[in-house]
Antibody, heavy 121, light 108 residues
Framework: EVQLVESGGVVVQPGGSLRLSCAAS????????MHWVRQVPGKGLDWVSL????????YYADSVKGRFTISRENSKNSLYLQMNSLRSEDTALYYC??????????????WGQGILVTVSS | DIQMTQSPSTLSASVGDRVTITCRAS??????LAWYQQKPGKAPKVLIY???TLESGVPSRFSGSGSGTEFTLTISSLQPDDFASYYC??????????FGQGTRLEIK
């Protein structure tokens, strides 16, 4: 059974930093592109970032480019999101999501339960 | 960036109704489109990919169509479990990933 479990969400002050983690199991993690997607409670879905299976390719939404860094450790079946210079508008539920493809990107066939990040003074 | 516009934003319907949700892309995305269902407090679940391919395990009352810039998700006969929010997502290789703003399907 595929499982994605996010952790690291807390309340952080504007301008602060935070690192989210996602522990994956139930599939060959090193084979797949992985993503972070966020959702302000009660609002729509917002794609944040993706990373290729080999960490060679990483893309970001314009809203987080230069502030967030996605990474992965295939030996630990783990995905990360380093979030710097946080703003109030980054407050959201952050989902880790698995891509269906093993190269490039496509749609998300599995999602974690989400982790809440609150940016507030 | 490709913008995805979903309509309507809210849809009121009854059990047994046939409903259609539309998603329009600001430029052609071929058939690189997925549809998701999301229930309150839960992660989204994929229903349709490549515009019209039903994900394994999804009931056949769900169907998708379209290509280029206009796409539809149809539920042929609404069941109580179908009242939820629905999102389209484009994944054209040259244009990143974007979601539509969502459609909330509520009981009339």
């Amino acid at each position: 059974e595929v499982q994605l479990v996010e952790s690291g969400g807390v309340v952080v002050q504007p301008g602060g930093s935070l690192r989210l983690s996602c522990a994956a199991s139930g599939f060959t993690f090193e084979d797949y592109t992985m993503h972070w997607v966020r959702q302000v409670p009660g609002k729509g879905l917002d794609w944040v970032s993706l990373i290729s299976w080999d960490s060679v390719t990483a893309y970001y939404a314009d809203s987080v480019k230069g502030r967030f860094t996605i990474s992965r450790e295939n030996s630990k079946n783990s995905l990360y999101l380093q979030m710097n210079s946080l703003r109030s508008e980054d407050t959201a539920l952050y989902y880790c999501a698995k891509d269906r493809r093993t190269s490039g990107w496509s749609y998300f066939d599995y999602w974690g339960q989400g982790i809440l990040v609150t940016v507030s003074s | 960036d490709i913008q995805m516009t979903q309509s309507p934003s809210t849809l009121s319907a009854s059990v047994g109704d046939r409903v259609t949700i539309t998603c329009r892309a600001s430029q052609s995305i071929s058939y690189w489109l997925a549809w998701y269902q999301q229930k309150p407090g839960k992660a989204p679940k994929v229903l349709i990919y490549e515009a019209s391919t039903l994900e394994s395990g999804v009931p056949s009352r769900f169907s998708g169509s379209g290509s280029g810039t206009e796409f539809t998700l149809t539920i042929s006969s609404l069941q109580p479990d179908d009242f939820a929010s629905y999102y389209c997502q484009q994944y054209n290789s040259y244009s990143g990933i974007t979601f539509g703003q969502g459609t909330r399907l509520e009981i009339k």
